[in-house]
């Protein structure tokens, strides 16, 4: 893109001279006088260099308009040419694409489509304009109100939107035999952001006809058989018809009462009573601020989401596996809590681990090997192995005042004491997160799934694996059951073509029938999203903060902040108290009172009289998040 870049700034200094004279073929130059609408044009776009806030907008306008000779594209003196007419026509209809009509306001002259005389100076002044408007209407369709959302709103943010080259909107748009529609195709193509787009402008269409015929939320029952003249009202406010008698409540309008109470979580009796009265008298305009968010987080997402792929809903706690267009497979999931939110990012599948093994990166090891002498247990106890090399030693026996901690590899086997279930599925990335089974399943039965350190539990893991085999293998090929009972452990099977997971955070869902769900905003998103575009940036409070930096242990890029199962040890050091004099410091700077040192030198060796933990004693009901937390819990 630099080097088009680069070469149209090329060629249209090369047409200008000092003076702003061109230097044009000799024909073109004999009908180019002082005062024409190319002088003016060429004029403008100089004047307004300095003011671009895109340098390739002015790149673009330059050598789209040196290519012409400067002659203009959208008008001439008789007034604007039916492309510019498609074009404001779709800048008009900008709000009801969640955009601000305010931001694509052309002036007068620009919007008057009839036929009237313009001087030279209004053709170039309002042809300019109106292809700035199309620059950014492009931009903004594409994301482009926010350019940097792990910058500007929240670190767990971890997208950024592709923004069109401003060549490329030029060309295509003045090249199309419909610019309206070629102009209207940067905004996102996905389904869901089309249904949005529609379920919007509905809404908002809704909103405007519910202040025209709005009901009384405090009024008496309205039956059917009663007469009234709010039953006017209320046949206007449901689109239904009278036979004759418009203040009558009649069989037509108790259906649609009916029907409204449906789908909006009442008793269907066909009775107004107090709450239907508050149902119908509600501002159908109440949640727009988060189908908006919703469509501009659409608006950052891959334009190409794969044929096969996997999205991850935070709001709605659920993943789907998507192929050809059609949902296929939907499940449960638990995602991080708001403390420590899961990222919001998109990555491709590469690899499913049966019956995986859980090894601790150097921190963790120390702060499960904290924890185990806070409560006078070993680690074996917890059912966690501990090696040198291929050698398996006793935790109680080595000295880890001076141990190298990256000489011992410490975990939890496969099985069924693993925190990590019997299968994960990674996607490589900055954040350490990744799709694994739980122990814990009762917790998929609680409507807001918010309990993790990041990482995404799945409630039926190996059946969701069995789907993905069946996709890449073949189907049959391999039993993902039989590998999660009795398979090898930690069986690391590859993808020969990765599947895309996209996380995304969509607190607006529309489904096949054109209905709304509303699930939330768990994490405060979407209140960002709403802050930016009104312009109030200094109001945004970007929650937590996400350090990406890779653990050096021996789970794959493991890390020590929220956004996978792990815990925060810088967090616990701030926590714990100073160090007093004559006191072990142990590594990391970690505070720990040595229990005693036995013959054999270990900073833990076994006390005569175990203390009792208040653990449970069974490790499979803890997620690797609860193994973490409990390191830090005494």
């Known amino acids: 893109m630099l080097k088009r870049l680069i070469g149209a700034f090329v060629f249209a200094s090369a047409t200008v001279l000092a003076g702003g004279v061109s230097v044009l073929p000799t024909t073109a130059r004999a009908q180019t006088t002082a005062g024409s609408v190319q ?10 260099a300095s003011r671009v806030e895109f340098m390739d907008d002015e790149l673009a306008l330059r050598r789209f308009y040196a290519n012409r000779d400067f002659r203009p594209f959208w008008y001439d003196q008789t007034g604007p040419t039916r492309a510019a007419v498609a074009v404001i026509a779709q800048l008009a209809d900008a709000e009801s694409w969640g955009l ?17 005389r313009r001087s030279p100076q209004e053709v170039a002044a309002i042809e300019y304009e109106l292809m700035n408007a199309v620059l950014r209407y492009a931009r903004q369709a594409s994301g482009g109100r926010i350019v940097a959302p792990d910058r500007d709103l929240s670190d767990f943010l971890d997208r950024r939107p592709e923004l069109p080259d401003s060549i490329d909107v030029i060309d295509k748009v003045t090249s199309a035999a419909d610019p309206g529609k070629a102009l209207q195709s940067f905004q996102p193509q996905h389904e869901q952001f089309q249904r949005l787009h529609a379920f919007y402008a509905k809404t908002k269409a809704e909103a405007a006809k519910i202040a025209a015929t709005r009901i009384d939320p405090r009024g008496p029952m309205l039956v059917p058989g009663t007469r009234s003249d709010e039953i006017a009202r209320l046949r206007a406010r449901l689109g239904v018809a009278s036979n004759g008698d418009n203040t009558l ?4 309008l108790k259906n649609a009462v009916k029907a409204f109470q449906r789908s909006n979580g009442l008793s269907s009796d066909g009775l107004v009573g107090r709450g239907t009265r508050a149902a119908l008298s509600r501002d159908a305009s109440a949640n727009l601020d988060s189908v908006v968010a919703s469509m501009e987080e659409w608006r950052w997402m891959p334009r190409d989401l794969g044929a096969t792929h996997l999205l991850v809903n935070i709001p709605s706690f659920t993943v789907q596996l998507v192929q050809n267009g059609k949902t296929t497979l939907t499940e449960r999931v638990i995602v991080g809590k708001p403390a420590t939110p899961t990222p919001i990012f998109s990555k491709p599948m590469t690899t499913i681990v049966m019956r995986p093994s859980w090894f601790l990166p150097d921190s963790i090891k120390v702060e499960k090997l904290l924890s185990a002498a806070r409560r006078g247990r070993s680690l074996e106890s917890e059912g966690i192995v501990v090696k040198k090399g291929k050698r398996t030693v006793s935790s109680w026996k080595v000295n880890w005042e001076k141990a ?16 990590l279930g019997d299968v994960k599925f990674l996607f490589p990335n900055k954040h350490s997160v990744y799709l694994h089974d739980t122990p814990n399943k009762s917790l998929f039965q609680t409507s807001e799934r918010l309990y993790s350190h990041g990482c995404v539990r799945l409630r039926n893991p190996v059946s969701f694996a069995q789907k993905l085999f069946d996709i890449e293998k073949g189907e049959g090929e391999l039993d993902a059951k039989r590998l999660a009972d009795s398979g090898p452990g930690n069986n690391e099977i590859t993808l020969d073509k990765p599947i895309p997971v996209h996380v995304g955070y969509f607190s607006v869902w529309i489904d096949d029938d054109g209905h709304a769900e509303f699930y939330g905003d768990p994490y405060g998103h ?6 930016a575009l009104d312009g ?18 021996l789970l794959a890029g493991a890390r020590l902040s929220g956004g996978s199962d792990v815990s925060d040890a810088s967090t616990a050091r701030a926590s714990r108290p100073s160090v007093r004099p004559g006191k072990f410091v142990p590594p990391f700077g970690l505070l720990v ?23 449970p004693s069974n490790p499979r009901r803890h997620s690797v998040g609860d193994l973490m937390t409990s390191a830090f819990a005494r």
């Open 593 to 615: 009172t040595p229990t005693s040192t036995s013959s054999s030198g270990g900073l833990f060796s076994p006390p005569k009289a175990a203390a009792k933990s208040s653990q």
């Open 249 to 252: 409540y009649d069989t037509d």
């Open 526 to 531: 979407d209140e960002r999203v709403t802050l």
């Open 536 to 553: 109030r940036w200094k109001e945004i409070d970007k929650g937590p903060r996400h350090n990406t930096e890779p653990d050096s242990g």
């Open 39 to 48: 002088d003016f044009l060429r004029t403008t776009i100089d004047a307004d």
């Open 404 to 419: 190298n901690l990256s000489a011992y590899s410490i975990y939890q086997p496969s099985g069924d004491g693993n925190a």
């Open 100 to 116: 601000k009509a305010k931001d694509f306001e052309l002036s007068p002259q620009a919007r008057d489509t009839g036929s009237s």
